[in-house]
């Protein structure tokens, strides 16, 4: 509430000749005044917590987990169990079936009555320690926290700690709060069944903020694609490219035949897109090469898309261009679609008003090509908004920043949000 709506207030309540219009605007903003009321203690604690929160996220982005490193995840979640557990949260280390980092499940208050609220999402970073340590350390500069993390998305976790310290602050005990945090996202669950550890630990839960990198112009993401990579591999006869050309079967060519139909697949009209991201093939230039790689990545926005795109492309993998080769596949990772749900766009269009209520800015709505855990949750029923985390740019890169003021103003309006849930 600003000192104009404060002023307006004072003046209109002190006014003997009041309209009818200046009634029912005093009304508004005295109803607006008390809403505020509601969220100060909070505001004004996290508004002291600045400094705390950037000493807690340094302490994190210097404490590497990157997702292809499992020796640093697993020492990263010992020391974030430990953390959460000096939170006052009861704490479940869940192993997802591989040498990835394993889920964290955490509940604070899990006697209270009523359905928990869930803050989720991932504490494994993308990129190896060896280039983070060198081309983009922990950093504080006109504004912005630089690292490895700092966006996707150990400051959404911290957002996640600040807003149930805040609520604990207050001595909000309405419902329990809850915490999934995946070690093995930013490998999309190769190999593992994090995924499926995701979903089973989110049922049941009443609405989960999903601490994903903010967009830069603050939006709340309602829906993403999911993505699946195929590995495809084409096997061929090597030869002798002069004098035993004929004997030769070329895998390169067979795969070339194939690249066109799959590029034919993409359909941007329904969202659906495959990309021929990495191929390998042959050994000397004066050889027929008889053997040929190339893994695609396909990114779609329905289940029912993806199961119609594999058995466009398996027709394209079974037919043979070159005679004499064979070909192999197999879905090497996926991540479902977090599709957007009438539950969801009510949660979201609740933040709104909430937003607007707190005087904090009002989010958009933004769909993504990219993939989260988000889905997960909303396959569990549980009504979802994901990129709720820090604003900045330049995650999976050594540009990566965040704003340092929008690590408080994310916890203060997930904080509002909470309170306006029970009120």
Not at 42 to 62: C, G, R
Not at 121 to 138: C, F, S, V
Not at 243 to 257: C, L, Q, S, T, W
Not at 291 to 312: G, P, Y
Request: proline residues 3%.
């Amino acid at each position: 509430m600003d000192e104009v709506h404060v002023e307006t207030i004072l003046y209109l309540a002190g006014s003997r000749y009041r309209t009818e219009y200046d009634c029912h605007r005093y009304e508004l903003l005295r109803r607006k005044w008390n809403m505020y009321e509601k969220y100060a203690d909070a505001f004004h604690w996290l508004e002291s917590q600045k400094e705390n929160m950037i000493t807690t996220l340094k302490n994190f982005v210097q404490t590497p987990s990157c997702g292809r490193e499992p020796e640093d995840v697993i020492s990263f979640s010992e020391m974030f169990l430990e953390f959460l557990e000096k939170e006052g949260f009861s704490c479940r280390y869940i192993p997802v079936g591989n040498e990835n980092g394993g889920t964290i499940s955490a509940i604070y208050g899990e006697e209270r009555e009523g359905k928990p609220i869930l803050f989720s999402g991932h504490y494994d970073t993308a990129l190896y320690r060896q280039i983070t340590d060198k081309e983009n350390p922990w950093k504080r500069e006109k504004g912005k926290l630089y690292g490895s993390g700092v966006l996707d998305m150990k400051g959404g976790i911290v957002i996640a700690i600040y807003c149930a310290r805040a609520l604990k602050q207050i001595g909000w005990d309405k419902r329990p709060l809850k915490m999934i945090w995946s070690g093995d996202e930013e490998v999309n669950h190769k190999g593992s069944n994090g995924g499926e550890i995701f979903h089973r630990e989110a049922l049941g839960c009443e609405c989960a903020f999903h601490m994903e990198t903010g967009f830069p112009e603050k939006e709340l993401c309602i829906g993403r694609k999911g993505g699946v990579r195929c590995k495809i591999q084409v096997e061929g006869i090597d030869a002798h490219a002069g004098k035993d050309f004929e004997k030769g079967r070329n895998a390169i060519v067979e795969m070339a035949y194939k690249i066109l139909e799959i590029k034919n697949l993409t359909n941007m009209d329904r969202g659906t897109t495959l990309n021929v991201g990495t191929i390998q093939g042959g050994t000397i230039f004066n050889s027929v090469p008889a053997h040929c790689e190339i893994i695609v990545d396909m990114r779609f926005t329905s289940n029912q898309e993806l199961a119609d795109t594999k058995e466009k492309l398996e027709a394209i993998l079974k037919k043979t261009y070159v005679e004499g080769t064979t070909t192999h596949w197999e879905y090497i990772d996926s991540m479902p679609v977090f599709e957007t749900t009438p539950e969801g766009l009510k949660l979201f269009r609740f933040l709104q008003k909430t937003a607007e209520n707190a005087g904090l800015p009002v989010p958009e709505s933004i769909y993504s090509g990219g993939s989260s855990d988000a889905a997960a949750t909303a396959m569990a029923g549980v009504p979802t908004v994901c990129a709720c985390g820090t604003i900045g740019e330049w995650n999976h890169t050594t540009k990566e920043y965040i704003w340092e003021d929008s690590l408080v103003e994310r916890a203060k309006f997930f904080t509002a949000a909470i309170l306006d849930i029970f009120q």
